[in-house]
C-alpha cells in the first residue's frame, strides 16, 4: 500500500508549507526563515505559468480568491497605516517591518497556489507523512540534546517541547492542524497507514501541555457534536443566518466579557490560569487604547497593547480579529469574518463534519493567539473554498 502518491508540485509546496513551522529557525529579524528558500523559486515559476500557461484560465471569480483578495486588502492598509505613523514620528509597534512583509510574502503565496492548482489532497498527505518523521526525529532528538544549530528545542527555560517552533503553543497549533486533516484523508483514503501519525500526534499534544489549545479543541468538538446533532435529528434546519449569528457571538464574547469587572474576578478565582488572564488584559488594553480611527483604517502592524508582564513592553493583543482590526482596519476584519462563514457555511451544508471541526478549532484558537501570520491557516481555508464539494448526505 503506498504511503503518498508522488507529485513533485505537491512534493515542493508540501516541503513550503513544513518549513513554514519552522519559526525558531529565522534568519533575521525578519520573517525570512527555511521556507523563504523554496518560495522564491516557486514564486518565479508561477509567475511563468501565470503569463505564458494558463493564465488566461484562472477563475477570479472562485471563492477561493476572496482569500488572495482578504490578504492583498491587509497588505495594502497595513502599509497604509504604518507609514501614516511614520508620518507622524509614532513608533509605538513592536515588529512593524517584520509583519507588513508577512502579509506580503502571505498574499504572493496565496497566488502560488492559486496558479498551480495542486492537488491538495496529495499535497496534505505528504505533508502529514514529512510533519511524522521531523517531529518524530526532533522529539526523540531532544532526549540527547536540548539545542539544535544553536537552537533551543524546549519553550523559555522550561521542560515544554518546541522542538521546531518559536514555543509550545505553536507546536500544539501545528500539531492540531496536521492531526484533523490527518483524520480527514483517513477518512477519505482509508489508507491505515495514516494511523501512526494519527495516535503520535494526539500523544503529542498531551505531551505539550498548550491550556488555550486543548481548550479550542474540546470547544471545536462540542460545538460540532451540537451541529451534528441537528442536523441528523432533523430538529431544526440549519441556515445561513443562523452561522453567521453564531460566528459573531462567539467573536463578542471575549470582548463583552472582558468589560464585565464582576465576571472578571469570578473568573480569576476559577481558572487561575496566567495565560488566559493574560490574554484578557490585551483585550481590556485594546479597548481601553484604540481610536475610532484605528478602527477604520488600522493603527499599523506589530504590537500596540501593553502587558501586565512587564511595565512598559508592547505587546499584540493575542486575539487574531483584534490584531487585524489594530493593524489594517474594519475592512479586512469583515472580511476575515466573512470568510469564516463562507467557510463554515460551504462545509455544514457539504456534510464535511471533519473539516467543520477543524476550522472550528482554528476559530476557538484565534480568540486567544493571532495565527493570520500562519501560512498553514490560509492554505487550509483556500483549499475549502476553492474545492469543489459535492454534497453526500451519507459523509458525515
Not at 508522488?6 to 513550503?16: D, P
Amino acid at each position: 500500500m503506498k504511503i503518498i502518491d508522488l507529485n513533485f508540485k505537491e512534493i515542493f509546496l508540501a516541503i513550503l508549507i513544513l518549513l513554514s513551522f519552522f519559526t525558531n529557525f529565522r534568519f533575521s529579524y525578519l520573517p525570512i526563515g527555511l521556507s523563504e528558500l523554496l518560495f522564491f523559486p516557486l514564486m518565479i515559476y508561477a509567475i511563468y505559468i501565470f503569463l505564458f500557461k494558463q493564465g488566461s484560465k484562472i477563475n477570479f471569480y472562485d471563492d477561493g480568491f476572496l482569500v488572495f483578495l482578504t490578504l492583498l486588502l491587509i497588505s495594502f492598509f497595513t502599509l497604509i497605516s504604518m507609514n501614516l505613523n511614520l508620518l507622524n514620528s509614532e513608533f509605538k509597534h513592536i515588529n512593524m517591518l517584520h509583519n507588513s512583509f508577512a502579509f506580503i510574502y502571505l498574499t504572493m503565496l496565496v497566488f502560488i497556489f492559486i496558479i498551480l492548482q495542486p492537488n491538495y489532497e496529495k499535497l496534505f498527505n505528504i505533508l502529514i507523512v514529512l510533519f511524522f518523521f521531523i517531529s518524530l526525529f526532533f522529539y526523540c532528538y531532544t532526549f540527547f540534546n536540548e539545542e539544535f544549530l544553536g537552537r533551543s528545542l524546549f519553550y523559555a527555560n522550561t521542560k515544554l517541547k518546541s522542538l521546531f517552533a518559536k514555543n509550545h503553543h505553536q507546536l500544539a497549533f501545528f500539531s492540531t492542524l496536521v492531526f484533523f486533516l490527518t483524520l480527514n484523508n483517513l477518512k477519505q483514503t482509508r489508507n491505515l497507514i495514516l494511523i501512526f501519525p494519527l495516535f503520535f500526534y494526539l500523544y503529542f499534544l498531551y505531551l505539550l501541555k498548550s491550556d488555550g489549545n486543548n481548550f479550542g479543541f474540546l470547544l471545536s468538538l462540542f460545538f460540532s457534536l451540537i451541529i451534528f446533532t441537528l442536523i441528523k435529528s432533523k430538529i431544526y434546519r440549519i441556515n445561513k443566518i443562523i452561522i453567521l449569528i453564531f460566528i459573531l457571538i462567539l467573536f463578542l464574547l471575549p470582548y463583552i466579557l472582558s468589560l464585565n469587572i464582576n465576571f472578571n474576578k469570578s473568573f480569576y478565582e476559577i481558572i487561575n490560569n496566567k495565560n488566559i488572564l493574560f490574554r484578557i488584559k490585551f483585550i481590556q488594553n485594546f479597548i481601553e487604547k484604540t481610536t475610532f480611527i484605528d478602527y477604520l483604517i488600522g493603527h499599523g502592524p506589530g504590537g500596540f497593547v501593553t502587558s501586565n508582564l512587564q511595565s512598559n513592553h508592547l505587546r499584540e493583543v493575542h486575539n487574531t480579529f483584534f490584531d487585524l482590526l489594530l493593524y489594517s482596519g474594519i475592512f479586512s476584519f469583515i472580511l476575515l469574518i466573512y470568510i469564516y462563514y463562507k467557510t463554515i457555511s460551504k462545509l455544514i451544508y457539504n456534510n464535511m463534519f471533519i473539516l467543520m471541526i477543524l476550522v472550528l478549532y482554528i476559530f476557538f484558537y484565534s480568540l486567544t493567539h493571532n495565527i493570520i501570520r500562519y501560512p498553514i491557516f490560509w492554505i487550509i481555508i483556500l483549499y475549502i473554498l476553492s474545492t469543489k464539494i459535492h454534497k453526500n448526505e451519507n459523509e458525515i
